[in-house]
């Protein structure tokens, strides 16, 4: 593929698979921006479906802002990883393969950059795209959290929007995405580049579409849980002599015991009685109440029945 000689200021990494009926509208609104320094990097994760076949025909319309790259599957990270490789901007900008940016979108967010040269990262907002909450923010709005910190990204999971644009030196100073993480890889690179000095900033306006998917794997809580743990426990060294140490000690138990409650849910509705026994025994340890030991007790002794009494409850909500 041939490419025009200028370097684009921005590049805008979109890892890709298995989304072939959103691809390309989120190429088309990246293409679209009203700030058009830019290029996107599709890295299609070994689709099976026809993503990189509808990425490639976008990509003949305008070859020298598109970038579409094939590769085996290997996971966000990877794929992420990849495109960043062959990426040529000053800028790194994350845009995932079923989302979609405003128009003023990228615009706002590097005049922030331009205007604030010590900020390294800006994090933008959105509105949610289908689900019950469609058209809601998906963070606050105005925001008057604090502002985004190592501290603060390690108390509010929700601390950095995923499209955020960043400078290169950030990916230069800490390196790539963990590729060994499966959910909450975003969540240790941002923690990796504030643990490094980098400093944030954050855009709260809403300017971008934020798609929700019943089968999209940010909706798997015990893979998001146990990933999210992960990251705290292996960000224990390097917080060993900080200040935010308690912050993650208590972060971690959190973590924890969201994990066991969502271990426990899954196995009463996959009938599973001696796991939700363990999970709810590990919650009571950690959550002492008497709903815990109680629930706990009954998954011990009548697990089916508890089972039975959780999937009628669900029933009835639903």
Known sequence: MTFATAMPRVSVI???????RYIADTMWSVLHQSYSDLEIVVADDGSTDATLAVARAIARSDPDRVQVLARPNGGPSAARNAAIAAARGEFLALVDSDDIWEREFLERQMAILAARPDVDLVTGNGRYLGSLRHGQPVRPYPDRRPPVSLETIIADEEAVYVMTVFRRRVYDTIGGFDETLRGSEDFEFWLRAALAGFRFAR????????R???????????????????????????????PEREVLERKIEYYAAELDAAQARHALRTGNAGEAARALRSLQARRPSLRHAIAAALAGRAGRVLSAMYQIKRAVQA
Do not use: K
């Open 14 to 20: 979109t890892p890709a698979y298995n989304v072939e």
């Open 203 to 210: 855009n709260d306006e809403p300017l971008s579409w934020y």
């Open 212 to 242: 929700r998917r019943d089968h999209s794997l940010s909706t798997d809580s015990i893979t998001m849980l146990t990933g999210a743990l992960t990251v705290c426990r292996r960000t224990r060294p390097a917080c060993a002599d900080r």
